[in-house]
């Protein structure tokens, strides 16, 4: 008892240090919320193909992150789940993204920050199953009919088109 009693006071004592929710900065992802779909432009290599996406938004861990569960269809039996976590750190001033698919068994971490009405993420080198180490990009821009998104790979200096379209309310 004398445990839970100690443990709870040294909480309650460091309370203050806690980071508040950055309610101002989340707020900017409140257009995101929601249900929506999408057919994205989709290059796996030089071929382009179209993939169906349904994405559902929603506020977790308190308000601090906006988790989005993705289910994409390559066709008949090809599908792909996925989750994307988005916050913002106040410390670092920056926003993060962790991407964990059914593809892969480690998340993609991606930090970057916000450029009038357009967020822009970009990952380190990642190790990516049957592409080796790679740089990603994640483009998301608040439209007036939607949400347009763009992820590019890094070539050399160059960026390559991996996905791209708009989502629309569902």
């Not at 249900?35 to 030089?46: I, N, Q, S, Y």
Request: charged share 25%; glycine share 10%.
């Amino acid at each position: 008892m004398l445990v839970t009693l100690f443990c709870g006071l040294t909480v309650l004592s460091n309370a203050q240090t806690f980071n508040p929710i950055p309610t101002e900065e989340l707020k900017k992802l409140q257009f995101m919320e929601g249900k929506w779909t999408a057919d994205l432009d989709a290059w796996m290599g030089p071929e382009k193909s179209t993939m169906k996406v349904k994405i559902d938004s929603r506020w977790a861990v308190g308000g601090r992150f906006l988790i989005q569960d993705h289910e994409y269809s390559m066709g008949p039996g090809m599908t792909m789940n996925g989750l994307n976590m988005l916050t913002y750190d106040p410390q670092k001033k920056e926003w993060v993204g962790l991407w964990f698919d059914s593809s892969e068994a480690n998340p993609m971490r991606m930090t970057g920050n916000w450029k009038g009405d357009v967020l822009t993420l970009t990952s380190g080198e990642t190790e990516v199953i049957g592409m080796g180490k790679v740089i990603m990009r994640a483009t998301y821009t608040k439209a007036a009919n939607g949400i347009g998104f763009l992820l590019e790979m890094k070539d050399g200096e160059k960026w390559n088109p991996m996905m791209k379209g708009t989502y629309k309310k569902a």
